[in-house]
């Protein structure tokens, strides 16, 4: 799969872009806020329909325009797919794929499998447990469909729980309406329990290996997910937190506070970890991650590096790019140097200076 081509109109600093990528790697190179971080940013939207960094549509549409476009020319198995976004204030988007309308946003998930990795993601281990909840979605959304949907539903549960706690807290007499809502979030909050665990199995499979070698042999690295309750006693623990969650007005017990940890030769990483060894086993995290998505797709995956290079040093650098022979990659940075002077192959170079994009060779 690659990126053959990207068209952007009135997309945050572009009034009008259209960018040619070559299937190997592509440099976007400029000062800081020029636009190179936003390229990135329309082709994860075009692949998941959201910005990576949580921004609503209308924070996406330039300043001056009422909507925005975004059209994503793919390759894949030798076929061309076109994917286009109409992106409007205030409004419901418009999704496209080969000129046919979907009917839900949802359907665009898995044509274009993507891997972000930007300097954010390296403390996704020290972080808070909603980032590495949020990897985990991101992912199993893409490569999943049945996950997908009973994500969607178990999220439009929760919501109608919680405001029937907000009812309950002034209306006692709702409580025995809390039975309809509490057996639909446990089936589909079992569903999602069960399909987490086997995405940790199947990382586990991959990361011990890629984090010994990246660790030159000394650190055998375990991925243990952290279910905030078991599917054996999720009905159990729900009940019991009932009080509890009438005078919080809100869901406390769930796959929606779930976790996975991290640990290094049986150290937890996140408690006990150096920041090197903290920002190694993102980047093993991250590397199992195309390979996961290489193993179930049958097909690479697109992997954008947003400014990701700078942050790590020689020895990960080095590990990094030697990984992603044959996948198509795009990385920003702000210069060439550290491409230059390591002798890193790159295919197409292009400067982006306030919002205007030119290519160098």
């Known amino acids: 799969m690659i990126i053959k081509s990207l068209e952007l109109e009135n997309y945050r600093n572009y009034k009008e872009l259209k960018i040619d990528f070559d299937r190997g790697v592509n440099i976007l190179y400029g000062d800081n806020a020029q636009g190179k971080t936003n390229i990135l940013e329309s082709i994860f939207v075009s692949a998941t329909t959201r910005s990576h960094k949580g921004s609503n549509d209308k ?42 309308r979907l009917k839900k946003a949802t359907e665009l998930l898995g044509i274009l499998n993507i891997v972000f990795f930007s300097p954010e993601d390296l403390g996704i281990i020290k972080n808070a447990p909603s980032e590495r909840r949020r990897f985990m979605d991101m992912e199993l959304c893409q490569l999943d469909k049945i996950y997908l949907a009973n994500l969607n539903n178990y999220n439009k549960v929760i919501k109608q729980r919680n405001k029937l706690l907000k009812d309950m807290y002034f209306q006692p007499d709702y409580r025995d309406m809390i039975k309809i809502w ?60 009932l009080e509890k969650d009438i005078k919080t007005k809100a869901t406390g017990v769930g796959p929606h506070r779930d976790d996975f940890l991290f640990f290094s030769n049986d150290i937890d990483v996140r408690v006990f970890g150096s920041q090197g060894q903290q920002r190694t086993a993102a980047l093993s995290l991250k590397l199992s991650e195309i390979e996961l998505v290489k193993q179930i797709t049958k097909d690479n995956p697109i992997l954008l ?57």
Not at 331 to 337: E, N, Q, Y
């Open 59 to 100: 924070d996406i549409v330039n300043f001056n325009s009422e909507e925005a476009h975004i059209k994503t020319i793919l390759d894949r198995d030798g076929l061309e797919r076109r994917v286009d976004m109409h992106l409007r204030k205030g409004k419901t988007k418009g999704i496209a794929v080969d000129k046919v």
């Open 182 to 241: 509490d057996s639909q979030l446990i089936a589909y909050g079992k569903k999602i329990i069960e399909r987490r665990a086997l995405f940790i199995d199947q990382l586990n499979a991959i990361i011990g290996d890629l984090h010994s070698k990246l660790s030159g042999q000394k650190e055998f690295l375990q991925i243990k997910y952290a279910p905030y309750v078991s599917i054996e006693n999720y009905e159990e623990k729900l009940k019991s937190s």
């Open 305 to 361: 590096l947003d400014d990701v290079l700078s942050e790590l040093d020689g020895n990960r650098q080095n590990h990094l790019l030697n990984s992603i022979g044959g996948i198509q990659t795009i990385i920003t940075c702000t210069g060439l140097d550290d491409f230059v002077n390591n002798r890193f192959a790159y295919d197409k170079v292009f400067r982006v200076t306030n919002g205007v994009v030119e290519s160098e060779n």
